[in-house]
């Protein structure tokens, strides 16, 4: 680490003085006469030109986003290096994930993450450039209808308004009128946004969204082949409409200014005999291009494979003696599918946190191990996962309402750290997890 950061250093020193050799090598307007030139200096030992490449193969090295922060600031050359979207994209894909900054609570506003996180640092430095970042991106459109977050992934947030129930995604079921809302997508840093274009009447029409109980808008994982994950603007944002006997999913993609659907049918026997409410897509988790919704009712994962937009079901484990609450589906370290999972164990009331990795080969698919046991005091909320961690809620029983803490789990270690504290319950909350500002290029 001490020899990396002196490299850096020395870099930064070699771009100065090349500078300094340019400037002092351009022609005076009063040239003097031979007789008055002065004896002439000794000629330095020539430096070796590091060319762009080099650059890249010494920063991707670096071992965190707060050192590549750091060596963006030392000269243009560096930040013109670091801060290109394929090398953003190079430098996720070493195993440097977008740090988790913090997340976003119901009412808009930014919680970043507290010291001694290892993320409190460049959550600070988020928290510097506050005055220019709003993560309520108050310079969308003015309208009657507010504009309402509906997602976060990528740096980027969705906003919707009007329509769908005044906004809130849920319609009566009755009718066949989709109510589509009118979608932004905004990058809060550059203080851009993109209006999308509305789904085609046509399309909607073919779809045939008879008994429409809900709408719900959202940003897709990227794949292989965007550039949206590490720094470049292109995006697609879905819309899941429910029906009481199908889903149909509209996908909208940013490169093609187009939107496609595909509809699945086999919906409705997977919810015959359930209300309707129960059977409603809330919270949604990414994993290898995946998209997965825990469906407790039914003891199963829905999950929509975005690559091929096929939409599959997975098995949960089922015992009598326990009962799973919650899930959060993230990237194991070995490449996989891996499951955080809250469980009731009933013979002690007591609530433990799972780990299990989805083996499709296995007999038992789903082998449960116990991570830890919680304590009895709290109770716990799954809020997400992104930047490498899964963010849990503590909320205290008995205590006041400031007794409520965060805290992460890493994925790779499963190191626990306190990440924050909280005054309220993080329901709807969004994690933001991104490049420090100086380094995050426009996104849309």
């Given at each position: 680490m001490a020899n990396l950061q002196f490299l850096l250093k020395r870099l930064a020193k070699l771009r100065c003085f090349r500078r300094r050799r340019r400037r002092a090598a351009k022609p005076n307007a009063a040239t003097p006469s031979p007789a008055a030139r002065p004896a002439p200096t000794p000629t330095p030992p020539s430096l070796a030109v590091l060319s762009d490449d080099v650059l890249r193969e010494i920063f991707v090295r670096v071992p965190s986003h707060a050192d590549l922060a750091r060596a963006a600031t030392a000269c243009a050359g560096f930040r013109r290096v670091i801060t290109e979207p394929s090398f953003l994209r190079r430098f996720r894909a070493a195993g440097h994930p977008p740090a988790l900054l913090g997340f976003l609570d119901a009412g808009g506003g930014f919680v970043p993450a507290e010291p001694p996180h290892p993320s409190a640092a460049a959550a600070a430095a988020g928290a510097a450039a506050r005055d220019v970042v709003d993560f309520a991106c108050p310079f969308l459109p003015s309208s009657p209808d507010p504009w309402r977050r509906r997602d976060v992934l990528d740096g980027r947030v969705l906003f919707s308004r009007g329509a769908a129930g005044g906004g809130g995604g849920e319609v009566d079921g009755q009718g066949d009128d989709p109510g589509f809302m009118d979608l932004a997508v905004c990058d809060p840093v550059s203080r851009r946004y993109v209006l999308l274009p509305a789904v085609p009447a046509d399309l909607t029409a073919s779809a045939q969204l008879h008994n429409l109980l809900d709408l719900q808008p959202f940003f897709a994982p990227p794949r292989d082949d965007d550039d949206g994950g590490g720094g470049g603007t292109s995006f697609r944002v879905m819309y899941m409409a429910r029906c009481q006997s199908k889903l149909v999913v509209f996908?909208?993609?940013?490169?093609?200014?187009?939107?496609?659907?595909?509809?699945?049918?086999?919906?409705?026997?997977?919810?015959?005999a359930t209300p309707s409410q129960e059977a409603a897509l809330t919270q949604r988790h990414h994993a290898h291009g995946c998209i997965f919704w825990f469906l407790r009712w039914a003891k199963k994962l829905l999950v929509l494979d975005t690559f091929t937009m096929e939409l599959?079901?997975?098995?949960?484990?089922?015992?009598?003696?326990?009962?799973?609450?919650?899930?959060?589906?993230?990237?194991?370290?070995?490449?996989?599918?891996?499951?955080f999972a809250m469980v009731d164990e009933i013979l002690d009331s007591t609530f433990d946190m799972f780990y299990v990795v989805w083996d499709p080969e296995g007999a038992n698919k789903w082998p449960l191990e116990r991570l830890m046991k919680l304590p009895v005091e709290f109770r716990y909320n799954l809020v997400g996962a992104a930047g490498g961690y899964l963010l849990v809620q503590g909320i205290s029983v008995q205590g006041p309402v400031q007794d409520q803490v965060c805290f992460t789990v890493e994925l790779k270690t499963f190191k626990v750290e306190m990440f924050c504290e909280t005054r309220r319950t993080l329901i709807g909350a969004d994690l933001f997890a991104g490049f420090a500002p100086s380094l995050s290029p426009p996104s849309v």
């Open positions: 996908t909208f993609s940013s490169d093609t200014q187009q939107w496609s659907s595909t509809s699945y049918d086999g919906w409705g026997i997977l919810v015959a599959s079901t997975i098995n949960l484990p089922s015992s009598e003696l326990i009962e799973i609450h919650q899930v959060a589906i993230v990237e194991s370290a070995r490449g996989g599918i891996g499951m």
